[in-house]
């Protein structure tokens, strides 16, 4: 059992805090009794409809206008993954933004009905952990679901023994840190004020396991984001070194 910072003085949410589900394997049972599928508008497109019964059989889905997203909100303890199902980006993107904490707390994942690069991007910028269009196949959705939650429980477990770091990240991160990032600023919270090399830093690709420079970088910025209190300084050529503020 582990807790996401909280957010906006809200109180911080349980993410799959039941014991059999920390101490075994994520399975689909286990995706489906803690998600939240929300809707943007009063209709689920009906290709998005036949994804989300392939994938994860029938399953309640709200819709944000109908039930209201502070509805939704206000029962942010019950669950711990949010899978949005849209086919409007921008609208998206509209309905979430003054509710941003929510997503902050919680593993979020979008189905949308176009296959859209870009949008794809903003949505990953934006707060979504994946996103997944019409062409995905049911088996590659709950894979690559699986891998998150039991990568974010590692990563969160690690925080959770390691007390040195968890009063780190308690005093100086505001929000929520994803798993691929939190491997990097444990990284270099293990070597504070040392150089550490772009290839010992944790930045691969999910599928091939090779190295991903720009990607690396997109993690670092995001990392930068919510760090406070110290910064990440980028040695051209060598690495990145983390040193507190004033230093």
Sequence with gaps: MFRFPAVNGSQ??????RPEIAAGEVTLRDLVANAR???IGPRLPPRIKEIVNETFGPVEVHSIERDNIRGISSQATSFSIIIALFDDIARAKRAF???KWLLDNKLCYAIMT???PRGRAALMRFAF???FDSRAKPTD???RMKAHVSRQMIYNSAVKNDESFQLFCDENIEGRVYSSQMEILKQLYNNMGKVVRYRDLASYDYHSSDFRFKSLKVR??????RLKNHEIRCERGSGYVLVKLDS
């Design 141 to 143: 959705i709950i894979i």
């Design 220 to 225: 670092i910025h995001k990392i930068r984001k």
């Design 129 to 131: 952990d994946d996103v």
């Design 114 to 116: 176009e296959a859209n």
């Design 97 to 99: 933004r003054e509710h």
């Design 37 to 39: 599928f929300l809707t």
């Design 12 to 17: 911080g949410s349980e993410y799959l805090a």
